[in-house]
């Protein structure tokens, strides 16, 4: 991957009438794609990127649809399926609170102190707040609320949630 790019998805069908790319974000990318201006697509076989500019974005579902401006010839846009996308570091999200528990999905849980607690396998959406499913790596499973009094701080590029203590808000399966 070339320096100044992150890795953000695979592009998983295309539409060359549309010049459109159906884009399979990675486990915690879906927040890059928000804003798109720029993206570079490896073509299978190929080292270096093509870049794109991005006329549109909308979801489908779990698929970005990434419309490509009209400088993008439509038989390349027919060769992009399979490609890995990359989006510039100069467009990083910005670090805020509005994500979705979704984004979270196989995210390891660790605590403040460093000790390794499990992996996020479910997400309930209540009218509150999202409430995560966490498999504990000692075997069982807990409830806790995606909130800031729980979680400290999300390491999207890890793919790593880091908790305050989760006892006065967990909720633990009966074995």
């Not at 800031?148 to 880091?162: D, H, K, L, R, Y």
Request: aromatic share 6%; net charge negative.
């Amino acid at each position: 991957m070339p320096d100044g790019w992150t890795s953000v998805g695979v592009v998983r069908s295309v539409n060359p009438a549309r010049r459109e790319l159906r884009i399979a974000p990675s486990r915690g990318k879906q927040r890059w794609f928000d804003g798109l201006e720029w993206l570079g697509a490896v073509q299978p076989g190929k080292a270096a990127p093509l870049r794109c500019k991005a006329a549109r974005m909308r979801w489908h579902g779990d698929f970005a649809i990434v419309e490509l401006s009209p400088g993008v010839a439509r038989e390349t846009v027919a060769s992009l399926k399979g490609a890995e996308v990359l989006v510039p570091e100069t467009q990083r999200p910005a670090a805020s609170e509005d994500w979705h528990g979704e984004e979270l999905l196989h995210f390891r849980v660790r605590a403040v102190d460093g000790e390794w607690i499990g992996e996020v396998v479910g997400v309930l959406a209540t009218a509150a707040h999202d409430v995560l499913e966490i498999a504990l790596a000692s075997g069982g499973r807990m409830l806790v609320p995606a909130i800031p009094e729980v979680i400290q701080e999300i390491a999207w590029e890890e793919g790593v949630m880091i908790v305050h203590d989760v006892a006065p808000y967990a909720v633990h399966d009966a074995d």
